[in-house]
């Protein structure tokens, strides 16, 4: 029976893939297996979404260095595999790229709507991952999107206080993050971002050059609750997270005790 071109080509690809893994000591990994011309074509398009992600990771990764003089502690807290959510503060619109680079995960983020309506901007932040959601609502597409990341092994960046804070100091939780993992089960990294507020402000329209330091920090373990979340559940595990981000951040940074 003849072979097509393509499955001739998909044939090749498997055959070198397996060379080159018997002379490398079997290294190369079961995601980059080549499947069967049937799927060749997901296949491509994803091994292409990720190597864009890693071109703009290595991108953010060179200014922020030069920039920001980016440190990050704690990376030994990062679990080997998903799923788990990040849970970060947010003080500055820079956050969201200094949290994902930081990570040694690709990561999927919730950005405001209106971030991804714009032409260019939204394209690139839809090709690295970043799905909208509509802040102030239940968002279901949002929710459901989240849910989705989680359940098939995914790493998922949260921002519990909802919106950026206006003076740097850690708010408030929203619900969302908790709700999330506790849906899910999935544990949650708490995680600090140091002086960001400084560089990039909110009403700011010029960066500046300012250290920033990630602060990782150790897993919280949540249940999986199916059943209804009553109020004083997510209120409960709300605050148990952002304390732990609180933990990690500087007395500066952390919320004024009445």
Request: charged share 25%; aromatic share 6%.
């Amino acid at each position: 029976m003849r072979l097509s071109s393509t499955q001739r080509g998909s044939q090749r690809t498997r055959s070198w893939l397996a060379s080159y893994s018997s002379s490398r000591g079997g290294c190369v990994s079961k995601d980059f297996a080549v499947p069967h011309s049937a799927g060749l074509g997901r296949w491509l398009a994803g091994r292409v979404a990720d190597v864009w992600y890693l071109c703009v990771k290595t991108a953010l990764w060179a200014i922020c260095k030069v920039l920001f003089r980016l440190r990050i502690e704690g990376r030994g807290h990062e679990p080997a595999r998903g799923p788990f959510i990040v849970a970060a503060n947010h003080a500055s619109a820079i956050d969201p790229p200094i949290v994902g680079m930081s990570l040694k995960h690709k990561a999927a983020y919730m950005a405001k709507h209106e971030l991804l309506r714009a032409p260019v901007l939204g394209a690139l932040l839809r090709s690295i991952g970043v799905f909208p959601v509509r802040r102030g609502e239940p968002d279901r597409k949002a929710i459901r999107r989240s849910l989705e990341v989680l359940e098939s092994g995914g790493v998922l960046v949260m921002f519990p206080e909802g919106t950026r804070s206006l003076d740097g100091r850690l708010r408030a939780p929203e619900p969302g993050a908790a709700m999330i993992a506790l849906r899910t089960g999935a544990a949650v990294m708490p995680v600090a971002v140091i002086n960001s507020q400084r560089i990039l402000p909110k009403g700011a329209r010029r960066p500046k050059m300012q250290r920033v330091t990630v602060r990782m920090g150790p897993l919280i373990a949540v249940p999986k609750i199916e059943g209804r979340l009553d109020h004083e559940t997510l209120e409960g595990w709300g605050t148990r997270i952002i304390e732990a981000i609180e933990k990690l951040l500087p007395a500066d940074q952390r919320r004024i005790r009445q």
